[in-house]
């Protein structure tokens, strides 16, 4: 196992991973050496969980010693090239010098069988899959001692940190809550203290069908924020207040599914498949004093940081969020109605 060193000073994790072994990187377009391929499972680690679509019902199964299993739908394991690890301890160390066992689990979901799919391309049902399966890891893994955060991320297109090019999503854990989370949760509770109520309830309130607004369905809102840091950012978040993606309702995640499939397929036919990053960012659900109103960041890879944005933290966006929820807007629009056969 790594470790997890903090800064002198600063609330800043760094995770050094243990040395870690060749990946096999995978640039074949047709797949034939791709390990998340169906027919290569073998060169991953066994499934964990394997959903399976048979007559119209979802089974959960796994990878046992002497079967692999076959025509998965979404299969989950652990990670060939984790950032963290559960194997035995190394050493902690005090401030200035902090350091503890980069503890935790990395699992990687692979989010379709077909390797020249993409997650703006995979169908609504798909993505619905998807979903259940990271629900069920989000409750398991929080069952798990150790285990005080869930992170949830894509990097789709290689210089958003791809290392294999099929379609998938990351899973890893942490023992403590990553400065990001913290960061806004403490905000959200400063404003809850001051104002009484959520700040998400409140700034989705605003920009509920405002010039940034994107895309809104049943249960779901998508919006360029107001200060975005990158060009043509956009969060997606419930409507209604709620804490526990856990505990989202099967309805609420097919909403989900179709809020996501037309986002991310209208923001890749407007920006020509730009590489990008999705992160889920979820309350720890062990501590009751960190609940967020969770959501869903998305972030496209289209510039390149300046000393400005890395020594300083001040960020320079030359796309307003108007203009963006414009553009992505119109093409996302589009996507649903193609998706729900309206056109
Ligand atoms: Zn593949
Ligand atoms: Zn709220
Ligand atoms: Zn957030």
């Not at 990097?155 to 940190?161: L, P, Y």
């Not at 779901?220 to 950012?233: G, R, V």
Request: charged content about 20%; glycine content about 6%; some cysteine.
């Amino acid at each position: 196992m790594g470790d997890l060193r903090k800064d002198y000073v600063l609330d800043k994790f760094i995770v050094m991973p243990e040395a870690s072994q060749a990946v096999s990187e995978d640039r074949n377009s047709d797949g034939s050496n791709c390990p998340y391929c169906p027919g290569n499972e073998s060169m991953t680690e066994p499934a964990i969980l394997a959903l399976v679509v048979k007559e119209g019902m979802l089974q959960r199964l796994s990878d046992s010693e002497d079967s692999i299993i076959e025509d998965w739908s979404v299969r989950v394991f652990q990670s060939e090239k984790p950032v963290v690890a559960t194997s035995s301890a190394t050493s902690y160390s005090e401030k200035p010098l902090y350091s503890e066992p980069a503890y935790g689990y990395h699992q990687i979901v692979v989010a379709s069988p077909d390797h020249n799919q993409s997650l703006s391309h995979i169908s609504v049902e798909q993505w619905g899959n998807v979903l259940v399966v990271i629900q069920d890891r989000v409750r398991w893994l929080y069952t798990q001692k150790s285990v005080t955060y869930v992170s949830i991320y894509v990097n789709s297109g290689a210089s958003a940190g791809a290392q294999v090019s099929h379609p998938h999503l990351n899973i890893v854990t942490f023992s403590s809550i990553p400065p990001v989370i913290d960061t806004e949760a403490e905000g959200a509770h400063r404003f809850m203290n001051e104002n009484g109520n959520c700040p998400a309830c409140s700034f989705i309130g605003v920009e509920s069908s405002g010039p940034r607004q994107i895309l809104a369905t049943d249960n779901f809102i998508a919006f360029c924020p107001w200060a975005p840091t990158y060009p043509y950012e956009f969060w997606v978040y419930p409507k209604r207040h709620i804490t526990s993606f856990s505990k989202i309702t099967q309805k609420e995640i097919n909403d989900l599914a179709l809020m996501l499939r037309a986002t991310l397929g209208g923001m890749s036919k407007a920006l020509r498949d730009a590489p990008f990053n999705l992160v889920f960012h979820l309350s720890p659900e062990k501590k009751n004093s960190r609940l967020i109103h969770w959501h869903i960041e998305v972030y496209p890879q289209m510039n390149t940081w300046s000393g400005l944005e890395r020594g300083f933290g001040v960020f320079v966006n030359h796309v307003r969020p108007e203009k963006s929820a414009e553009i992505l807007g119109s093409s996302c629009r589009k996507e649903l109605a193609g998706l729900v056969g309206i056109v």
